[in-house]
């Protein structure tokens, strides 16, 4: 019986190994931007597709730092998980460790059990990486407070680590901090959306407080934004929130919505509707829209060129004495909170990528017969927005729609 040094000498002997540097050259054309087809830029027959780098350290290991792209397999998960990192056989692999004995050993399972052809192990691992310089990439890792306080989102594989650190990096958007931005933005800091912006003009009124929960009593007559910024600080300290108290119009629209991940339409007016469709299409930024009025609401994702623009699905406003928002109407107060957190639900699962978003289908909710009631809804090919490439949007022609006070005068 070999010994474990013998062993890993025999193996080294029969594996391909390939220096920190080569990796590094091989890795580099497609990083610049070269795209798939390298052989321009390559010049010595070094054209070989980029390689799938897979670390096989534990994962504590991994979190401390890794080569850029890197696919995390265990060597204890090996067998069981390298068809995710690369399913194709022939496709080349290069195997990394910390100093090159555990990759030396993964290569040749890789090769003699399960069939991979072409599998080489990095020579000195990360560690001879990093002595000669080259780039490093440290994950973000949970802390103590955060893996207790999201640990429900940690036990379910469609979010897990991986999930929650993308909505610690996320930043969202609330159009409005009334009826359905209350329990979004809610719902969203205890969720551990890293960024709540919330755009409202308006202040707490006790008619609000019917259904706009974020707010209070003792609230009334603070700035909605504040007072919404208070209970968020109150629910989760770590979410960093962005306040505009301000009415979102053609003049700020670009400025304020520019660099959000998601944005969560709760806007009761359809001039507002239109301008956010034709900027969020411009900026290619999805939009979670819901709307309500009685014992009814809308929802639908809004998510450019993979998807119908609100502009394909109501081309032109509804006629003006149809318009809810040109006065008080009345609303079933947990209405928006039962919309409102399915909007929340649809942020989460663009921001994680779990599931089916609500992306090309309108679900009509309808309260008082407790029926929910999915359409199906198609991109409009003379769509005036998206039917043309986002560069293509001017600002003039976006959110081009009637004057808002003449038309809510002219509903009567
Ligand atoms: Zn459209």
């Known amino acids: 019986m070999a010994s474990g040094a013998e062993l890993i000498r025999q193996v080294k002997d029969r594996i391909a190994e390939v220096d920190p540097r080569e990796v590094r050259d091989r890795l580099r054309p497609s990083e610049n931007g070269a795209g798939s087809n390298g052989a321009s830029a390559n010049g010595a027959g070094a054209a070989a597709a980029k390689p799938v780098v897979v670390d096989v350290r534990e994962q504590h290991e991994f979190e401390e730092g890794h080569i850029p792209g890197a696919v995390h397999v265990p060597r204890g998960h090996l067998e069981s998980r390298i068809e995710g990192a690369s399913a194709d056989r022939s496709a080349p692999i290069v195997l990394y460790c910390a100093s090159g004995n555990r990759s030396a050993l993964a290569a040749d399972t890789l090769e003699r059990q399960l069939g991979y052809e072409n599998v080489e192990s990095m020579t000195g691992g990360i560690t001879l990486w990093k002595d ?62 890293g960024t709540l912006g919330l755009v409202d003009d308006d202040v707490v009124d006790v008619s609000n407080l019917q259904r706009q929960v974020i707010h209070t009593g003792a609230r009334v007559g603070e700035p909605k934004v504040d007072s919404a910024e208070e209970a968020i600080r109150d629910l989760n300290p770590g979410v960093e929130v962005v306040k505009y108290n301000t009415r979102l119009d053609a003049s700020n629209i670009m400025e304020i919505v520019e660099g959000y991940d998601v944005i969560v339409d709760g806007v009761d007016n359809f001039p507002t509707r239109y301008l956010l469709n034709d900027a969020t299409v411009r900026l290619q930024i999805p939009v979670v829209s819901a709307s309500i009025l009685g014992f009814d609401g809308q929802l639908a994702v809004f998510k450019p060129y993979d998807g119908p623009c609100y502009r394909c699905l109501y081309p032109t406003p509804p006629p003006a004495e149809l318009a809810p928002s040109c006065g008080a109407n009345g609303v079933l107060g947990v209405l928006p909170g039962t919309m409102g957190l399915l909007q929340a639900t649809e942020v989460i699962k663009l921001v994680t990528e779990a599931g089916d978003p609500l992306v090309g289908r309108l679900v009509l909710y309808d309260a008082l017969a407790a029926s929910f009631t999915e359409l199906k809804v198609r991109r409009d090919p003379e769509c005036p927005i998206c039917s043309r490439p986002p560069g293509e949007i001017s600002e003039e022609e976006m959110g081009v729609f009637p004057d808002y006070e003449a038309f809510c005068a002219a509903a009567g």
């Open 132 to 193: 000669r310089g080259f780039d490093v990439e440290v994950p973000r890792a949970l802390t103590p407070e955060q893996r207790s306080r999201y640990s429900r989102h940690l036990l379910l594989p469609e979010v897990g680590l991986e999930g929650q650190i993308r909505l610690l990096e996320s930043k969202v958007l609330l159009l409005g901090a009334g009826g359905l931005g209350s329990p979004v933005a809610l719902y969203l800091a205890a969720a551990g959306v």
